[in-house]
């Protein structure tokens, strides 16, 4: 089955950028989302199809997807920003929903 | 308003049967995919199944398929869940959520904790 790789955890100095990264075989390929959630929370979509960013999300969270990662940036991070990210793909060849193990974004 | 609301959660033993429901409103159920999605405690999103909008089509995450059904009544826009054969390792917080093609998933519900141990 489709893989998703993250790193647990990424730290950044409030106003400064974060980039979350998201790897799997040829994901370039694939349409990416990315969803916050914060302690005690479900889910929020706050990216989809690598880049596209629903309506109420702040233009501060922009995506790319090239190759074999995909990446969601937040730039100018705020306290608000502190939560779990996951990413997901559909993997066409299992007929699955793929989440990564989640980042964590801390604001120092 | 989309709203998303689960219920059936229970502490059950291990080895039984519960049946989760997703009450969906603030949109045209029928026309819409949904998933189950779970969360064990500390840990992170597993997709667990999803179901076409006519119900006609269903997917399985391998950890599941054979115990779990998914079905929906899109008359009265309903989203449900049965699970047989729990496990222990069953025990999350299940959210329901509402796909949008190429898009994810927009909408979640709030979840339902389901517990399985003796």
């Known amino acids: 089955s489709y893989v998703l790789t993250q790193p647990p955890s990424v730290s950044v100095a409030p106003g400064q950028t974060a980039r979350i990264s998201c790897g799997g075989d040829n994901i370039e390929t694939k349409g990416v989302h990315w969803y916050q959630q914060r302690p005690g929370q479900a889910p929020v979509r706050v990216l989809y199809?690598?880049?596209v960013r629903p309506s109420g999300i702040p233009e501060r969270f922009s995506g790319s997807n090239s190759g074999n990662t995909a990446t969601l940036t937040i730039s100018r991070v705020e306290a608000e920003d502190e939560a779990d990210y996951y990413c997901q793909v559909w993997d066409y060849s299992n007929d699955q929903y793929v989440f990564g193990p989640g980042t964590k974004v801390t604001a120092l | 308003e989309v709203q998303l609301l689960e219920s059936g959660g229970d502490l059950v033993q291990p080895g039984g049967s519960l049946r989760l429901s997703c009450a969906a409103s603030?949109?045209?159920?029928?026309?819409?995919?949904m998933s189950w999605v779970r969360q064990a405690p500390g840990k992170g999103l597993e997709w667990v199944s999803d179901?076409?909008?006519?119900?006609?089509?269903?997917n399985y995450a391998a950890s599941v398929k054979g115990r779990f059904t998914i079905s929906r009544d899109n008359s009265n826009n309903t989203l449900y869940l049965q699970m047989n054969s729990l496990r222990a390792e069953d025990t999350a917080v299940y959210y329901c959520?509402?796909?949008?093609?190429?898009?994810?998933?927009?909408?979640w519900g709030q979840g339902i904790l389901v517990t399985v141990s003796s």
């Open positions: 199809d690598d880049s």
């Open positions: 179901i076409s909008g006519s119900g006609a089509s269903t």
């Open positions: 603030g949109f045209t159920f029928s026309r819409y995919a």
């Open positions: 959520a509402k796909e949008v093609p190429k898009g994810g998933f927009d909408y």
